[in-house]
């Protein structure tokens, strides 16, 4: 008797293998709507078995190195395995960075820079990795802790997700970081701060959340960008302690004071962007003491009383944009009369007057306020029941301003002495002559004792009084101040991204 085909005979077996199939189509499916190739995802599906989870929960990938490639020194043998793991953890490459990064020349490969250590000009070493506006998906290997010359490592306007390596910890030399533009997640990545010479720092526009450690504003830094994220924290008071030129930190969730320590800022800050934050308290009269900021944008939050007139010291201020606030009272006219300003936007405010030298501004919006005899402005009864409320700007409870200490001076320099002049000793002493023996002693003669002496009592001890011995408190710290001002590159903000379709 003919044995039946075991599809027919195994029906529970028939259903899993037809489901296994249908699945299988249907993934193929979902990364041919995202254009992949059936085959691609096939190949993402097979590799996706090859990687492994180091001690840190990030994910590596199983690099083996021929035997037959050469490289000059072990720093590019790093530098392949490093790659080559990248390479390996990339999903989608649609304009083909990455084709050319075959065999052990990791100089030629496409967006990788090379060049000479600091510390011995005779070894090649790669220095830096710049893949922007690659478009390319994937994640970042725990393998690239491998690259530890590297001073720049740009991959913005990706679609890179996941997290930063903890391995980072290891690129002792990176100076610059940019992230923005992708799809990375999880919590502020501290790996990144402790970088000791990080100066510019870039994750803008992913999906990074929960708070910003405060020591981000302690770090030597020259740009800070991380707006447009979903980070959820209060402004710390050390934002003044920053020596940045350039800081974005719009499009999150803020709350509480805009600190006065702002003020401190002075010697540095070009450009400071807060928009869209939900900051709420009164801007701080500090402010004015920024006479280096060029752009002051603090739009979209929930600021209210006047405009300090101390703003009016901001001799460069060229974009003041302080729109969809619930600021009030007049505009000061100083403010209109600096002499670089050429956009000034106040509308969606209640201020109540605008003197005519603000209509003097290359471009001004004082739309939707409570200023009479202008056009588009709030109803009257709008600007009655806010206005019937005062504000004390005292009730937000932000902390006072307290100025930055000056740099303690510089040491004295050393008082070098001359060598001393060691003279030779002196020869030693000759010996004495020999003495002549001692005469022989004489009869003893036997005499009385002498009478005891008259008892005297010993004097009484004076009492030591008894002193408490309170060591002085230590000495106050002494606090770096403003450091002058650092005329670098210049970091303007760029417009958002466009949106992948």
């Known amino acids: ?19 296994s ?25 097979r590799r996706q078995l090859l990687y492994y989870v180091d001690e840190h929960g990030d994910r590596g990938e199983a690099v083996t190195v021929p035997p037959s490639f050469y490289f000059p020194n072990p720093r590019l043998r790093d530098a ?14 649609p304009y083909n960075f990455t084709g050319n990064w075959v065999g052990p020349s990791v100089c030629n490969y496409t967006g990788v820079y090379c060049s000479k250590l600091p510390s011995n000009r005779s070894v090649l070493t790669v220095a830096g990795v710049d893949l922007n506006h690659a478009d390319i998906a994937g994640y970042l290997p725990e393998e690239l802790g491998l690259l530890t010359d590297l001073a720049l490592f740009h991959v913005n306007s990706n679609r890179f997700c996941g997290t930063v390596p903890y391995k980072f910890e290891r690129l002792k ?28 720092l870039d994750l803008r526009y992913n999906e990074f959340e929960g708070s910003v450690p405060s020591s981000l504003f302690d770090k030597d830094l020259d740009a800070i960008f991380i707006n447009n994220n979903r980070f959820v924290f209060e402004i710390p008071d050390n934002l003044g302690n920053s020596r940045v030129s350039v800081l974005v930190l719009a499009n999150n969730h803020f709350a509480g004071c805009l600190p006065a320590s702002i003020g401190n800022m002075s010697g540095t800050l070009n450009e400071i962007i807060l928009l869209n934050n939900g900051l709420r308290s009164c801007i701080p009269g500090e402010i ?29 201020l060229e974009q003041l944009d302080v729109a969809h606030n619930y600021l009030s009272g007049k505009i000061p006219p100083s403010i209109c009369l600096l002499p670089k300003l050429k956009n000034f936007t106040f509308s969606y405010n209640f201020f109540t007057g605008e003197p005519p030298v603000c209509r003097a501004v290359k471009a001004v919006n004082d739309r939707r306020n409570c200023l009479l005899f202008r056009p588009e402005q709030r ?21 006072p301003f307290v100025p930055a200490l ?23 002493p000759s010996p004495p002559p020999p003495s002549p023996p001692p005469p022989s002693p004489p009869p003893p003669v036997y005499s009385p004792p002498p009478p005891p002496p008259p008892c005297i009592e010993p004097p009484v001890p004076i009492p030591v009084p008894h002193y408490s011995y309170t060591s002085p408190p230590p000495p106050a710290p002494l606090s770096e101040g403003p450091i002058p001002p650092v005329y670098g590159i210049q970091y303007s903000s760029p417009p958002p991204p466009a949106h992948h379709h």
């Open 1 to 19: 008797m003919k044995k039946n085909n075991t599809l027919t005979t195994n029906p529970s077996l028939s259903l899993v293998l037809f489901l």
């Open 21 to 45: 199939i249908s699945l299988f189509a249907t993934s193929a499916a979902v990364f041919s709507s995202h254009g992949l190739s059936d085959f691609a995802a096939d190949q993402i599906r």
């Open 80 to 93: 392949y395995i490093a790659l080559q793991a990248w390479k390996l953890a990339i999903l989608s490459d």
């Open 173 to 200: 030399l990176l100076h610059e970081v940019d992230l923005s533009n992708n799809r990375f997640v999880g919590k502020f990545p501290h790996v990144l701060l402790g970088l000791p010479e990080l100066k510019y």
């Open 288 to 316: 004015g003491r920024l006479n280096q900021l060029t752009v002051f944008d603090v739009s979209f939050n929930k600021l209210m009383g006047p405009l300090p007139a101390e703003m009016g010291k901001m001799v460069k």
């Open 379 to 399: 109803t009257a009864k709008q600007c009655s029941v806010f206005l019937s409320k005062p504000v004390d700007c005292n009730a937000f409870k932000c902390k």
């Open 406 to 428: 000056p740099p303690p001076p510089p040491p004295s320099p050393p008082v070098y002495l001359p060598p001393p002049v060691y003279s030779p000793p002196p020869p030693p």
